[in-house]
Nanobody
Framework: QVQLVESGGGLVQPGGSLRLSCAAS????????IGWYRQAPGKQRELVAT???????VYADSVKGRFTISRDNAKNTVYLQMNSLKPEDTALYYC?????????WGQGTQVTVSS
């Protein structure tokens, strides 16, 4: 069964940058739309960014212009470049197909933006 492993999170100051990685145990990105989701304590899970098999991208208004999603099919990896980070970006970030598949939720990677 396919597994998705997120990495790259950490603690950064406001205005800083992070690059998240989502590595798949199987080749799924060539045929599936993949998204980055985030969930902060006490808040609903939010779809932050999506990349399709055609390479088109969609972003939530809250991150548009600051985040960039990309894909490397040879490495079975999807990335999320996060720039100009704000405290409100603090959350646990997950990758999953769009729409999400329940069995593919992983541990996520924590992003904390704080002074």
């Amino acid at each position: 069964q396919v597994q998705l492993v997120e990495s790259g999170g950490g603690l950064v100051q406001p205005g800083g940058s992070l690059r998240l990685s989502c590595a798949a145990s199987g080749s799924i990105f060539s045929i599936n739309a993949i998204g980055w989701y985030r969930q902060a304590p006490g808040k609903q899970r939010e779809l932050v960014a999506t990349i399709t098999s055609r390479g088109s991208t969609v972003y939530a208004d809250s991150v548009k212009g600051r985040f960039t999603i990309s894909r490397d099919n040879a490495k079975n990896t999807v990335y999320l470049q996060m720039n100009s980070l704000k405290p409100e970006d603090t959350a646990l970030y997950y990758c999953n197909p769009v729409p999400p598949r329940r069995a593919y939720w992983g541990q996520g990677t924590q992003v904390t933006v704080s002074s």
